[in-house]
């Protein structure tokens, strides 16, 4: 095979060139290819100087973690890492794209660093749950800073150039289209400097730093190993030989990469990128061309759904059936972007570009010219189905007619259609412009090439798109159906709303089941009638308890929002539990993750059987994405591999629930859901 690594002669100076695409990941053969380079210009006399760099549109963009379950291949990245620094010569890093990862640390081996002003560094492998294992907790305070060394470490989010200039992480600004001439020009400019090894640099920065940003991030980092692991490190290099910090960190990088944390972070970053993948396509299909996207409703979600498609330069068309409506709903897209320009996010420019393209308009006929039309009204099937009569009549041919319903029959809407393979559904999380997951919910009818148009288009603004089948609730809110049923007995039976919610907040949720309800509204799906009283919501409800907005739902709130146990709650909870004929009971914590959690697991190995989903790693997905699933526990099904699925069907079958066979038979053979 041709090395993915190449050296040209300029004079002096030795260019070694990475050509591995997409992203250069330092594979094996990179590796190899780097060490033999470094080999090669310490060999001839005539080279004076060493230059690194990648054809491409990046610089190295990481290691190839594809090899992380695999038998190790040598040269591993410390040790090429340590080969590049410990060159007689100067070595420079000529950076472009992202320098992420072992990129990153590629640089830090090399003695000095110059980059283009688009160019990005950073460490993000606490996002894998990882830590940066070829020297870069160890290098960065020595280059960059304690400051920037502990942020960039823990969080993993990369920086821009004029900053790294800043901090001392690079030497040198280049020209946009210049940075291979003037690369060699530094290179030959630093050949009287000599080698400036990293590790031979003292920490430079505040010691203090480190704790006080530990301090400012704990409620971030809550429930993660990966940065307490990557602060560990930087605060080591403060008070250790750089031999000894080296020791520290590879320490520390063992003990994380072969913890379920971060082998559940990895199963997301494939799962991701496995989910875009629509099982059963044929390989000549290709997606529609979209130009215009219709979108009925300015409400919170037709609003945000909106403003998706406006950021990544697409041109909306929004209907709303009166003026007012139109005009309050417009507006707050428009307050949300300068809100956004306000914090740096974007430029005004990039607001006033956003909204000029979009039009509004009170007629449904002005949807005609629309390749895209998404239906975000309220969930009522009667109203849905009066609408896409409509748009049949109104929309050109092969036009796509989408629903944002989060739990409705797609193929009965479709079917008010003479068009059914037109249609599909497209399930937004609110905030529709923020949450980044969507259902894609593919109908009996619907056709190839409109789910591939769909699925593509997801990933054009940004979200991350799951393939669900038509049922209730689709993916997420189906198995969000148990969770929500057992939370509401197990008050009957004698646990707490508070006792529920601290479980699941133990567990990794952001929420439990209630705060959540107090979050979105106890009466969301109320009847409105306060004389029909059939359960605890509309017990509550009755009484005015709806939640944060009014001051008291399952808890009562302070005028900061902060929840406190309601006396008046748990009065009308044991009314309904004496009236059922229920005897209290004391309930242990490990029966609220079997009825809440186990219940959830059960539902989709349903979901599975079923083909609603196309692999398990989709549901993990989408409870990452649509719920907050800590994604250090990788999904529900993930977690169900690691808990042991014979564990779940125990505990399932002690409560009394029906096992999905697909679960039962997994538990019988040890077997996995993610394999």
């Known amino acids: 095979m041709t090395s993915p690594i190449s050296t040209e002669r300029h004079e002096d100076v030795l260019v070694i060139v990475s050509n591995n695409p997409p992203v250069n990941a330092l594979g094996a053969d990179v590796r190899i290819g780097l060490d033999a380079g470094i080999r090669e210009a310490l060999a001839d006399d005539n080279i004076k100087a060493i230059v690194i760099r990648c054809d491409g549109r990046t610089f190295f963009a990481g290691a190839d973690i594809t090899e992380f379950t695999k038998a190790p291949v040598e040269p591993g990245l410390p040790e090429v890492v340590n080969t590049i620094e410990a060159s007689t010569k100067p070595v420079i890093a000529a950076i472009h794209g992202t320098a992420l990862g072992g990129g990153c640390e590629i640089t830090l081996g090399c003695h000095y660093r110059i980059a283009v002003p688009s160019a990005k560094m950073g460490t993000p492998e606490v996002k894998l749950g990882l830590l940066p294992g070829a020297g870069g907790t160890q290098r960065l305070p020595r280059v960059a800073g304690i400051e920037a060394a502990v942020e960039m470490c823990a969080t993993g989010t990369p920086i821009g150039m004029k900053k790294a200039l800043e901090i001392g992480l690079i030497d040198r600004m280049a020209g946009e289209?210049?940075?291979?001439?003037?690369?060699?020009?530094?290179?030959?400019?630093?050949?009287?400097?000599?080698?400036?090894?990293?590790?031979?640099?003292?920490?430079?920065?505040?010691?203090?730093?480190?704790?006080?940003?530990?301090?400012?991030?704990?409620?971030?980092?809550?429930?993660?190993?990966?940065?307490?692991?990557?602060?560990?490190?930087?605060?080591?290099?403060?008070?250790?030989?750089?031999?000894?910090?080296?020791?520290?960190?590879?320490?520390?990088?063992?003990?994380?990469?072969?913890?379920?944390?971060?082998?559940?972070?990895?199963?997301?970053?494939?799962?991701?990128?496995?989910?875009?993948?629509?099982?059963?396509?044929?390989?000549?299909?290709?997606?529609?061309?979209?130009?215009?996207?219709?979108?009925?409703?300015?409400?919170?979600?037709?609003?945000?759904?909106?403003?998706?498609?406006?950021?990544?330069?697409?041109?909306?068309?929004?209907?709303?059936?009166?003026?007012?409506?139109?005009?309050?709903?417009?507006?707050i897209m428009r307050k949300n972007y300068e809100a956004s320009a306000a914090k740096g996010r974007i430029t005004p420019a990039q607001v006033e570009s956003a909204m000029g393209l979009l039009k509004a308009t009170l007629a449904l006929e002005d949807l005609s010219d629309c390749d895209l039309i998404i239906e975000a009204v309220y969930e009522d099937m009667g109203v849905k189905k009066e609408i896409f009569g409509k748009l049949d009549k109104i929309c050109k041919p092969g036009a796509i007619l989408a629903s944002n319903t989060s739990y409705l029959d797609i193929d009965e809407i479709a079917a008010s259609t003479s068009r059914p393979q037109d249609v599909l559904g497209m399930h937004f999380f609110s905030p529709a412009n923020v949450m980044k997951l969507l259902e894609v919910v593919r109908g009996a009818k619907t056709a190839p090439d409109a789910l591939m148009t769909a699925m593509g288009l997801a990933k054009k603004i940004g979200k991350v798109a799951v393939v669900a089948g038509v049922c209730d609730g689709f993916i997420g809110n189906r198995m969000l159906k148990p969770r929500q049923l057992e939370a509401m007995k197990l008050l009957m039976e004698g646990a707490t709303p508070d006792q529920v919610d601290r479980v699941h907040v133990a567990f990794g949720m952001p929420m439990g089941p209630f705060q959540m309800a107090d979050l979105a509204g106890v009466d969301i799906g109320w009847h409105r009638d306060p004389t029909r009283i059939e359960n605890i919501r509309d017990a509550l409800a009755a009484v005015g308890r709806w939640g944060q907005k009014t001051g008291k739902g399952f808890y009562d709130y302070d005028e900061k929002r902060n929840p406190t146990p309601s006396s008046e709650t748990q009065a009308i909870i044991d009314d309904f539990s004496a009236k059922a004929g229920l005897t209290k009971r004391e309930i242990g914590d490990q029966e609220i993750i079997e009825r809440t959690l186990y219940t959830m697991v059960n539902e989709g190995a349903l979901i599975l059987e079923e083909g609603m989903a196309q692999r398990a790693s989709d549901i993990d997905v989408v409870w990452i994405y649509g719920y907050g699933w800590p994604v250090y526990r990788g999904g529900p099904m993930f977690w169900a591999d690691t808990e042991g699925n014979d564990k779940i069907v125990a505990g399932l079958e002690k409560n009394g629930f029906e096992v999905a066979a697909s679960l039962k038979k997994l538990a019988e053979t040890k077997g996995r859901f993610n394999r």
Do not use: W, Y
């Open 177 to 331: 289209d210049m940075l291979v001439a003037d690369a060699i020009a530094f290179a030959r400019e630093m050949i009287a400097q000599g080698p400036r090894p990293s590790r031979a640099l003292p920490v430079k920065g505040n010691v203090a730093a480190i704790a006080d940003f530990a301090k400012a991030n704990a409620r971030k980092f809550r429930g993660f190993d990966a940065p307490a692991a990557n602060i560990a490190c930087v605060e080591a290099a403060t008070r250790l030989s750089f031999d000894e910090g080296l020791a520290f960190e590879r320490a520390e990088f063992l003990k994380l990469i072969m913890g379920v944390q971060s082998a559940a972070q990895r199963h997301i970053f494939f799962a991701e990128r496995q989910a875009q993948k629509i099982d059963g396509l044929a390989p000549d299909v290709q997606p529609r061309t979209i130009n215009r996207v219709g979108v009925i409703g300015a409400g919170t979600m037709g609003g945000g759904i909106s403003m998706n498609f406006l950021s990544a330069g697409v041109a909306v068309t929004i209907v709303e059936m009166k003026q007012d409506a139109l005009d309050k709903g417009t507006g």
